[in-house]
């Protein structure tokens, strides 16, 4: 993939740097990552299964619609009760999982291999979600069908979140908005906004914020609450890094630690 994009300002270290790319960059970059490859194989086998165990027009409508209701939920409980929680890095056996799926992303949001969720932890996620209502609803042609339809909105997710992180002001206003939401929960307060195309949940439960002003800043929004003192305590996220955690991006100044920049294209919450 390496070879697909001239311009080596948009790279750092090893990923692709979103602050750096615009939404061409983006599109070749997102069609050419091999996991969502691997996506596109699955969402291909997934609908040619269950195109063979074809259940009916009126339950595979169903099965849709069901896996289109339960994604934000799911999501939100996972990104908010897992993703956020502080019990995985408190195990040397589950440190680098944690690592891995959240905190390396919250360190430096702008970082598209970090961005997107590991296969080996993302695909099982999605199976064991869809899989099980799709076979309550018909058996097993409506559970590929479940399968497919997670599938492909997790590479809508995954393509939104990247526009979230692009320097790249979106056109579209309701974009505008999702992207300012997820902004301010990666550089204002991390305990709110946790939905990344859908805030419904988060307005639901009380973890929605328009604006800034409506919050104080959190001291742990790039760290997650994984702090120097958490990090002496519980050390093998920090042994992984091979540093202390931050709790400010690269290249912030101290005197700015206070309201780190969001990402151009963001600056303003509507």
Avoid at 62 to 74: K, Q
Avoid at 135 to 140: A, F, N, V
Avoid at 196 to 210: E, K, M, N, P
Wanted: contains cysteine.
């Amino acid at each position: 993939m390496s070879g697909t994009l001239r311009n080596p300002t948009i790279r750092s270290g090893r990923s692709f740097d979103l602050g750096k790319m615009n939404l061409r960059q983006l599109w070749v970059a997102y069609l050419t990552y091999p996991t969502i490859l691997l996506y596109f194989a699955l969402i291909a086998v997934s609908f040619a299964f269950a195109g063979h165990l074809f259940a009916g027009w009126r339950l595979t409508i169903v099965t849709v619609l069901a896996v289109i209701m339960i994604y934000p939920l799911v999501w939100y409980l996972l990104h908010r009760y897992v993703l956020h929680g502080h019990l995985l890095y408190k195990s040397r056996f589950t440190a680098a999982l944690w690592k891995r799926i959240h905190f390396d992303h919250h360190q430096d949001p702008h970082l598209l291999d970090v961005l997107f969720g590991g296969p080996a932890t993302t695909l099982p996620t999605i199976g064991a979600v869809t899989i099980p209502v799709g076979w309550l609803i018909g058996g097993p042609g409506t559970a590929a069908t479940a399968f497919c339809a997670g599938v492909i909105i997790t590479c809508i997710y995954e393509f939104f979140h990247c526009i979230q992180h692009l320097n790249y002001k979106p056109r579209a206003r309701w974009i505008q908005r999702m992207k300012a939401y997820h902004v301010l929960h990666h550089f204002h307060d991390e305990d709110g906004n946790f939905g990344i195309t859908s805030y419904v949940v988060d307005r639901a439960l009380g973890t929605y914020y328009g604006e800034a002003r409506t919050r104080q800043r959190s001291p742990t929004v790039f760290n997650l609450g994984y702090t120097s003192e958490q990090a002496e305590r519980y050390p093998w996220v920090m042994r992984l890094t091979g540093h202390a955690p931050k709790d400010r991006p690269d290249g912030a100044r101290p005197e700015s630690g206070e309201r780190a920049p969001p990402p151009q294209g963001a600056r303003h919450v509507a």
